[in-house]
């Protein structure tokens, strides 16, 4: 089992009108189940999500 969690990222300018990042911290959106492991790939399935696995989320031990 590993923990689904979201990188979230915002941009925002700041009172100049620079460009700024504001790193939000990792927020848990669901469960993976690893039920099958290679050499070069691995199969999961998702059995518990708040909404869909975007790119750049990742996963973690719980």
Known sequence: ???LERNRVIHERDE???KAVVDIPPSRI???FV???FERISYGLVVQ???TVDIND???TP
């Open 1 to 3: 089992m590993l923990a």
């Open 16 to 18: 100049q009108g620079d």
């Open 30 to 32: 669901g469960l993976l």
């Open 35 to 37: 039920f099958r492991t």
């Open 49 to 51: 999500s708040e909404g």
């Open 58 to 60: 990742f996963v973690r």
